[in-house]
């Protein structure tokens, strides 16, 4: 077996199909979750089905005591910590920027960027070998929505994906001497449960005619792509994106 992977956000969508395939390529994994255990209990099941190991965590990304009592338990349960992909996201109902609540942007940067920020020094903290760990790879899941700026829907939502962009760049070349590869997948359109926060169920339908390959993807492959980069096989890639986003 090989060493643990922490996935934020992992009951559900691109995290669930991401641990799924990570578990068969011998990771053991942190199915972090919010608030649906069931949904990652799940994940839990089908990954010892299929002869992997996996454990459950619920914590708010947000909130710094719980990042730390999660790697805490990760590095008691699954040691060594070995990689991570920062993948639990939200965003809200779609509008114009002057409609938008205030409160909404906190909401938003509260677990979007901050989520991510924490987890990485956790991550650092625990993977470094600076400070004794054996290095690993970051995947940080960004959006196509960081280059095309969401607008009339959610400029706040694609303003924290480009924040998640700059930290990729910024702490690849902050960690390049520690053993630690931090890259971004940047999904397009993929068909998950998220869109269902935008108060538009027909946005998946309205928005696949605007997309190249004219579909949406789906969760599994963008999996492919965090599940490469976390792989030895991107050994040579640091700070750089995938855009899994079917041309768009
Ligand atoms: P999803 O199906 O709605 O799943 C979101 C996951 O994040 C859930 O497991 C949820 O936990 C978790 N989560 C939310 N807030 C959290 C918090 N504060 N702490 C811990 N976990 C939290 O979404 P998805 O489509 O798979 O999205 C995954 C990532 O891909 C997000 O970063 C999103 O921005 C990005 N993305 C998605 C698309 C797309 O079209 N789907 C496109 C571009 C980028 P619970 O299950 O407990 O609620």
Same mark, same amino acid.
């Given at each position: 077996?090989?060493?643990?992977?922490?996935?934020?956000?992992?009951?559900?969508?691109?995290?669930?199909?991401?641990?799924?395939?990570?578990?068969?390529?011998?990771?053991?994994?942190? #199915?972090? %979750?919010?608030?649906?255990?069931?949904?990652?209990?799940?994940?839990?099941?089908? #990954?010892?089905?299929?002869?992997? +190991?996996?454990?459950? %965590?619920?914590?708010?990304?947000? =909130?710094?005591?719980?990042?730390?009592?999660?790697?805490?338990?990760?590095?008691?349960?699954?040691?060594?910590?070995?990689?991570?992909?920062?993948?639990?996201?939200?965003?809200?109902?779609?509008?114009?920027?002057?409609?938008?609540?205030?409160?909404?942007? =906190?909401?938003?940067?509260?677990?979007?960027?901050?989520?991510?920020?924490?987890?990485?020094?956790?991550?650092?903290? +625990?993977?470094?070998?600076?400070?004794?760990?054996?290095?690993?790879? #970051?995947?940080?899941?960004?959006?196509?929505?960081?280059?095309?700026?969401?607008?009339?829907? +959610?400029? !706040? +939502?694609?303003?924290?994906?480009?924040?998640?962009?700059?930290?990729?760049?910024?702490?690849?070349?902050?960690?390049?001497? !520690?053993?630690?590869?931090?890259?971004?997948?940047?999904?397009?359109?993929? =068909?998950?449960?998220?869109?269902?926060?935008?108060? =538009?169920?027909?946005?998946?339908?309205?928005?696949?005619?605007?997309?190249?390959?004219?579909?949406?993807?789906?969760?599994?492959?963008?999996?492919?792509? #965090?599940?490469?980069?976390?792989?030895?096989?991107?050994? %040579?890639?640091?700070?750089?994106?995938?855009?899994?986003?079917?041309?768009?």
């Amino acid at each position: 077996m090989g060493p643990g992977l922490i996935i934020t956000g992992a009951g559900r969508g691109i995290g669930a199909a991401t641990a799924l395939l990570a578990a068969q390529t011998g990771w053991r994994v942190v #199915i972090n %979750y919010h608030q649906n255990r069931q949904a990652a209990e799940s994940v839990r099941e089908q #990954i010892h089905d299929r002869g992997g +190991y996996a454990v459950v %965590y619920q914590a708010d990304v947000a =909130d710094e005591s719980q990042v730390s009592a999660m790697f805490a338990f990760a590095s008691q349960q699954l040691a060594p910590i070995g990689g991570l992909v920062n993948n639990a996201g939200m965003l809200e109902t779609s509008m114009r920027l002057e409609q938008m609540d205030g409160s909404r942007f =906190d909401r938003i940067f509260a677990t979007n960027v901050k989520g991510s920020l924490l987890c990485a020094r956790e991550a650092v903290r +625990y993977m470094s070998v600076r400070h004794g760990g054996q290095g690993g790879p #970051i995947v940080n899941v960004s959006s196509v929505a960081a280059r095309l700026g969401g607008p009339n829907e +959610y400029v !706040d +939502y694609a303003a924290s994906k480009g924040a998640i962009d700059t930290l990729t760049v910024g702490l690849a070349s902050e960690l390049s001497e !520690d053993g630690i590869r931090v890259n971004a997948v940047r999904p397009g359109l993929i =068909d998950t449960e998220i869109h269902q926060l935008s108060g =538009d169920p027909d946005r998946i339908n309205r928005i696949s005619g605007h997309i190249p390959m004219k579909r949406p993807g789906s969760a599994e492959e963008v999996a492919h792509s #965090i599940v490469w980069l976390l792989s030895d096989r991107a050994s %040579y890639c640091t700070g750089t994106f995938i855009d899994c986003s079917g041309g768009r």
